[in-house]
């Protein structure tokens, strides 16, 4: 019964290499979101989506960027990934701003 | 925007205690409360929420309180079980297309 899946569950990639992490949901949502998940810190939004083609900027979007050409998938980009981008990354979505949000297993993003 | 905080970041209870986690908003418009549950090497699943129309809504051992008046709403488990450990996030929102989360509290219950 899987709704939420991410590409990869672990990724190990060099600085300054461009990072593509991809999500994709099934449930038609309009909504998605991309979250960082650091120790103390909880769940930091980068970017989101509340329809195709359009994104909106999260607390934390500086070195990331996103795409989303389907409505089921939302893709987040590392142009020119850094050692502080090592995190543990979380996808998203959800029907309407009070309906249940559905996260995806995560990837956990390790840049040397 | 809204900023939520949670407290506290850290709660070991026995088995069969009670735990209470608390968070506090700043933006009065928040409507929708959402708490969420991760276990570990797992992602968080909705356990229960609240609107504001309600002070408390329960089900089963967990329960939600929210104050309105002082912005702040509280998670309740009664008798814990080992199962229960894990991170819980609260969570607000006005209604907009964002949730705003808590930094997470770590429950530990000790069998």
């Known amino acids: 019964d899987v709704k939420v899946t991410q590409s990869s569950r672990y990724l190990v990639k060099r600085t300054g290499e461009k990072v593509f992490l991809e999500c994709v949901q099934d449930?038609?949502?309009?909504?998605m979101f991309w979250y960082r998940q650091d120790p103390g810190l909880g769940l930091r939004l980068i970017y989101f989506s509340y329809d195709v083609k359009m994104k909106e900027k999260g607390d934390i979007p500086e070195g990331y960027s996103v795409s989303r050409e389907k409505k089921e998938r939302f893709s987040l980009i590392l142009e020119s990934a850094s050692t502080n981008q090592t995190s543990m990354y979380l996808c998203?979505?959800?029907?309407?701003?009070?309906?249940?949000?559905?996260f995806g297993p995560g990837t956990r993003l390790t840049v040397l | 925007g809204e900023n939520v905080e949670q407290h506290p970041s850290t709660l070991s209870v026995q088995e069969g205690d009670s735990a209470v986690i608390k968070c506090t908003y700043s933006d009065s418009a928040s409507n929708y409360f959402p708490w969420y549950k991760q276990e570990l090497g797992k992602r968080p699943q909705l356990i229960i929420d609240?609107?504001?129309?309600?002070g408390e809504k329960k089900d089963q051992r967990i329960a939600v309180t929210l104050n309105k008046t002082a912005k702040h709403f509280s998670l309740h488990i009664t008798e814990t079980q080992p199962e229960d450990s894990a991170v819980y996030f609260c969570?607000?929102?006005?209604?907009?297309?964002?949730?705003?989360f808590g930094t997470g509290t770590r429950l530990t219950v000790i069998p």
């Open positions: 998203a979505s959800r029907e309407g701003p009070r309906n249940e949000q559905f």
């Open positions: 969570a607000a929102t006005t209604g907009a297309n964002n949730l705003f």
């Open positions: 449930m038609d949502h309009e909504n």
């Open positions: 609240i609107r504001s129309n309600v």
